[in-house]
DNA sequence: TGATTCTGTGACCACTTTGTGACCAACTCA
DNA sequence: TGAGTTGGTCACAAAGTGGTCACAGAATCA
């Protein structure tokens, strides 16, 4: 996936092409406006992120001509952040507007929103170790091992254990997230149950911490 | 266009039905996550606007129940300001996170931005390997075979799988954008029945993953 | 206007999923 | 030290799911 960084500050150019090819996106960039075209004309992108401070042609200008023929998505970076400038610019088209400094963790996030939005990324997998969650297929992969097929409420645990990290999640916590509509801690228990069965031969296991929680963690060696 | 707006807060409640009325939305509400998903099931709203500190179930876990099966745009509306709780929301399935206090213009512009994204049309012509679909005609076309001609709802589903490419689409999220006013899981495995027989000679077909979806893949050689 | 197609519905079936109850060991607390 | 709680385990049964088939009314077509 290629993102175009159109910025003219060259220490934040830096900072976000390092980060965007870590999460490992293709990164190219232009400094001023004018360059920013040519280089979407030449590049086509899946995304742009785009500075309002621009040499040559500003920013909106910028967003309103890939506008007119494009719905490549567009988030504005930028230090301009009162109401009306922010308006402004989702109306001439852009998809998210940040304003500077912001972290480039929350910037990548909003990336993956509006590019899940527009249907270009599938969900991101879920991995800890080598254990690594499929969320549009609910399966488990691990190598040199068949997946593992869940049902809808394992699932459900397992992506809550997972995104926590290997932290404890606590009992009430987990049982709301699940069933929204109600659930007790001997269904808990019942789906830990069934869970831990299922990956008994992975990686990482179901802890409990009685009292508090369960955690996902890795198995030591 | 409807809006659940799930608040609390009685004056910001009223402030934002007030604003968003005034934009021509049509508004419920809900003040604590039980309801808002009751709500959300009768109602049907086109976006959700959400505050994540409720009584009864947190927004995080009403975020994900209405993601774990719909793709209905939702915007969260919170105090919580850190790019870990920011980046919670987002991955937990939210489209756009605003912190509190925020403008009711900006909000308004926001959800038009989320909403300028759903319900795009298709492109021109699709094409899953050698199999192609026609939009003007609703035909399938594949080379060294008579074309395929599909039904108003037969042509729909295919194309929904599609669009989506090889990735797997919610079973509620396919009704839902199959049959707006409403239908269920039996009228959807009889339409997928009638669609797979149409399609039983093509390179491509309808796989199923229980308990989550359906997608289009191509048959292996 | 009759023929044909489309669509919603019901039924059946095999299988899976889920909630529940029961039992037990370990732990906590008064 | 006894009562109560909690987490783990096991089995049962109800509910749900996905696939298949056919029926019948509505809609469309020629």
Redesign the pocket.
Known sequence: MKVLIVEDDLVLMDVLSFTLRREGYEVVHAQDGKTALEQFDTENPTIVLLDLNLPQLDGLSVCRHIRQKHDTPIIILSVRDSDEEVIEGLRMGADDYMTKPFSPAQLTARMETVLRRVGQSAPRKLSLGTATLDPERHLLEQVDADPI?F????YSLIELLMINGERVLP?QTIIDRI?PGG?????L??????L?QKIEACDIYID?V??VGYALVQRKR
Chains 1, 2 share one sequence.
């Open positions: 097929q049902s809808p409420l394992e009992t069933w659930g007790d801690k001997a269904m228990k019942q789906l830990v149950y069934r831990r409990s009685p009292g």
